[in-house]
């Protein structure tokens, strides 16, 4: 079955001492997720209230419909470039349109069972551009962070640091104190107290001191105004297909940051508490969490690792954590929410700042570069095109790029050897079955295809082979070693099989792997050259012609 959340599971022998463990996991989880709510939506170029939005509905629907048990759903810092971006040129319509068509390209992905074909984009692609990502979200909060006095910061990465060069002189050092305190809180905290927070206390630290003593620095109330205390009313954006057009990109990007995100929270859960998630159903949730979520004003949404992971670290166990999360949150809203307008932007920047540094992948990125050539430049390719450029466009060209190297690596890997040249190699065989341990008739030619026989390869075979001896009577072709073969492969082999029949040389097969030889089959190959060409082992062939000292004429009507 395709769609099976996991809460039908695990509420079955739920009892009072799970419940009470849920429930303080989703409580705290709750706090944890307020600031990183409000920060990531002002980070992505919305309302603050937005991004609460998200983290209740999404959070709520990604915890009741998901495949993980502790998934943890709302804004993360993936999306920001995304959604700053489609915010900046197609306004919230343009947002709203992309977040839901993603919504319905995930649930697609998950009814086609992709789930498992996540795993396939390459790490050098995920990390560059998760790397660039953190990039971009450290230079964002640059103009908070130092209290610079812009008012319409460049959406571009390299606009954006000409920018803050220029108004450098203008430091609100203020503000910067501020960010500085907020950073050393969120650092230091946890050596006084694990189970609260360190950014909410942070955050609430840094409003007191700027309410207390009055200093002038920019809050959100100053640039949003009042945060509402409810939430908002479910409203469909208006939809045109010139828009849809334009947004097919993007929409796609925001679908498979959703998926790969919230793919990776759930393996990392899986591995905290022993579970298995069930990766289609995680996308069928992901998918309506991201249609409903703009419907009720708010932005993209995805599995969370940080919230994941403090989910079970705090003892949440099942789906039931991350619906009290979402309540949790939903309450502080309606009972807090007009207070929020207090908080300084430079206590949010400070906290951004440590989300990016989090999410660098230091060590990821150091070990990447260390290994191979292609693995490298596959990584800081894909790094550069985010920052540089765009996050869409990095994307696609980091899985194109990884699906080259991949088919050159499997081109290096296929060989095919001529049976004259392991001859010449007078070393004693370490594998009984290798052709130089068969005595051979000089009227027969052996080729042995070893690895994925593609498109890729096919160029190796087609400069390996040759016909010009005179002698050559039949043309054998072993291929224990095939794994897989694809229709430039057969197309090749019917080429081959036509030249033979014109210089009335014999064509056979031996040793095909099930697999292969269901695909030669499924391709029409066998129909073509008749199945009578086909022989299970090499041995076989040579029995049958008795060909130690002469070279008869294959006789085609003759069966296995």
């Known amino acids: ?184 809180i969120v650092i230091l905290w946890p050596r006084i107290n694990k189970k609260i927070p360190g950014p909410l206390v942070a955050i609430i630290a840094a409003t007191l001191i700027v309410k207390i003593w009055d200093i002038d620095v920019e809050t959100i109330g100053k640039r949003f105004g009042e945060i509402p205390s409810s939430l908002h009313a479910p409203e469909m954006p208006k939809f045109s297909i010139k828009l849809i057009k ?30 298995r998630h069930r990766a289609n159903t995680e996308l069928i949730a992901q998918g309506i969490a991201n249609i409903a979520s703009p419907v009720f004003g708010g932005i993209p949404a995805t599995g969370a690792i940080a919230r994941t992971a403090a989910n079970v670290k705090n003892g949440g166990r099942t789906p039931v954590a991350g619906i009290v999360h979402a309540a949790t949150l939903l309450l502080i809203m309606l009972i807090f929410g007009r207070w929020a307008g207090m908080i300084p932007f430079a206590a949010l920047s400070a906290i951004l700042v440590i989300v990016a540094y989090n999410m660098s992948e230091r060590k990821a990125f150091a070990g990447i570069l260390r290994t191979s050539k292609s693995n490298a430049i596959l990584m800081l390719s894909t790094f550069l095109l985010t920052i540089i450029l765009d996050l869409t466009i990095a994307i696609q060209a980091g899985v194109i790029m990884s699906a080259f190297i991949f088919m050159k690596k499997m081109s290096d890997i296929g060989n095919i050897s001529y049976i004259k040249d392991e001859w010449e190699d007078k070393e004693e065989a370490v594998d009984a079955n290798e052709i130089r341990n068969y005595v051979i008739p000089e009227c027969f030619e052996v080729y042995e295809i070893s690895g994925p026989f593609f498109f ?64 030669l089959k499924r391709y029409g190959f066998v129909e073509t050259i008749g199945s009578s060409h086909f022989f299970d082992r090499l041995q076989d062939v040579l029995d049958f012609t008795d060909s130690q000292a002469v070279c008869p004429k294959y006789n085609e009507t003759d069966k296995k």
């Open 1 to 184: 079955m395709r769609f099976k959340p996991k809460i039908l599971t695990k509420l079955k022998g739920y009892n009072l001492d799970l419940f009470t463990k849920d429930l303080i996991a989703g409580i705290i989880v709750g706090i944890i997720a307020l600031p990183l709510a409000i920060a990531f939506g002002i980070a992505s170029g919305v309302s603050p209230e937005k991004g609460l939005y998200t983290a209740i509905v999404a959070g709520f629907l990604i915890s009741f419909l998901g495949g993980s048990s502790v998934q943890i759903g709302g804004p993360t810092g993936a999306f920001v470039v995304i959604v700053y971006g489609i915010v900046h040129k197609y306004g919230m319509t343009g947002l709203s349109v992309a977040t839901i068509m993603a919504g319905v390209i995930l649930i697609i992905m998950g009814l086609v069972r992709m789930g498992g074909l996540m795993k396939f984009i390459a790490d050098p692609v995920i990390t560059g551009f998760t790397s660039g990502i953190a990039v971009i979200i450290f230079s964002s909060q640059i103009k908070d962070f130092l209290g610079l006095p812009i008012e319409n910061l460049p959406a571009d990465f390299l606009d954006k640091w000409e920018m803050y060069f220029e108004y450098l002189n203008q430091i609100n050092y203020k503000s910067m104190l501020i960010s500085i305190l907020s950073i050393g």
């Open 246 to 275: 334009e947004l097919i990109f993007p929409s796609i990007t925001i679908a498979l940051l959703a998926g790969i995100e919230s793919l990776l929270s759930a393996v990392v859960a899986d591995g905290m508490i022993g579970g």
């Open 456 to 519: 890729a390869t096919i160029n190796k075979f087609r400069d390996a082979i040759s016909f010009s001896s005179k002698k050559t009577k039949t043309l054998i072709l072993r291929m224990r070693h095939v794994p897989y073969v694809d229709t430039a492969a057969v197309q090749l082999l019917t080429n081959i099989y036509k030249t033979c029949k014109k210089q009335k040389v014999v064509l056979i097969i031996v040793e095909t792997q099930p697999a292969v030889y269901q695909s």
